[in-house]
């Protein structure tokens, strides 16, 4: 069973379009992240929810907007699609951020692609 | 912000060699994370280390936490070709914030 899965795999998407990208964790973790991988590989934390409550907001543009409709759902929404954007998206998540069993477990990623 | 150095950024070695790579930063950790990433997938956890000097292991996989707390390495011994990949560190800062900042990974390929 996949512990943490995110649909789609793959997003192509023209300039402008509004996507959402969701995920969700079977393994009982009270904490999910989002995280943007660049083009040269770099991660970078995004968001970061615990037990439905935002704890972690990065300096990422307002169109970009988290929803955790409970603890084991954390979807990204992003609105007005811009060429910058384009990056592979992972979603993970966590036992707790403050523990020290914080352990992040990645699913496997959403490859977005704006034209 | 808060950077995490790791080198080499990327590296050829051959089968059956040791391979070292580390992680620096001027800022000072709680625990620090090894994770490796394969094409099309998600970082996977290799190592974790909570405390300043532990040595700890997986397999032929050995990472250290460096006595400042600033740095941590890791090293593979007797390398195979499924070891290729990007090999990333992670660091949670001491300052309380608790997120964690990902280093700029190390690519290794390994010549059969």
């Known amino acids: 069973d996949t512990a943490v899965s995110q649909t789609p795999k793959y997003l192509v998407t023209q300039m402008g379009n509004d996507k959402s990208i969701k995920c969700e964790q079977n393994?009982?973790?009270?904490?999910m992240y989002w995280y943007k991988q660049d083009s040269k590989k770099f991660l970078k934390i995004m968001f970061s929810?615990?037990?439905?409550?935002?704890?972690i907001n990065e300096t990422v543009p307002n169109r970009f907007s988290p929803k955790s409709p409970d603890k084991a759902h954390l979807n990204l929404h992003i609105n007005s699609l811009e060429l910058g954007d384009s990056a592979v998206y992972f979603c993970?998540?966590?036992?707790?951020?403050?523990?020290?069993?914080?352990?992040?477990?990645f699913g496997q990623g959403t490859r977005l692609t704006v034209v | 912000g808060q950077q995490l150095n790791q080198s080499p950024q990327s590296m050829f070695i051959q089968e059956g060699e040791d391979v070292s790579m580390n992680c620096t930063s001027s800022?000072?950790?709680?625990?620090w994370l090894w994770y490796k990433q394969d094409p099309g997938e998600g970082p996977v956890l290799l190592i974790a280390?909570?405390?300043?000097?532990e040595l700890t292991s997986n397999g032929r996989l050995t990472a250290q936490f460096g006595i400042t707390r600033k740095d941590s390495f890791l090293n593979i011994s007797a390398s195979i070709p499924s070891d290729v990949g990007i090999y990333f560190c992670?660091?949670?800062?001491?300052?309380?914030?608790?997120?964690?900042?990902f280093g700029t990974g190390t690519r290794l390929k390994v010549l059969a």
């Open positions: 993970a998540s966590s036992q707790a951020p403050r523990e020290l069993s914080a352990e992040a477990f």
């Open positions: 393994l009982g973790h009270d904490t």
């Open positions: 929810y615990n037990n439905k409550e935002l704890i």
């Open positions: 800022s000072i950790f709680n625990t």
């Open positions: 280390l909570y405390k300043a000097g």
């Open positions: 992670a660091g949670q800062l001491a300052s309380g914030t608790y997120k964690y900042i």
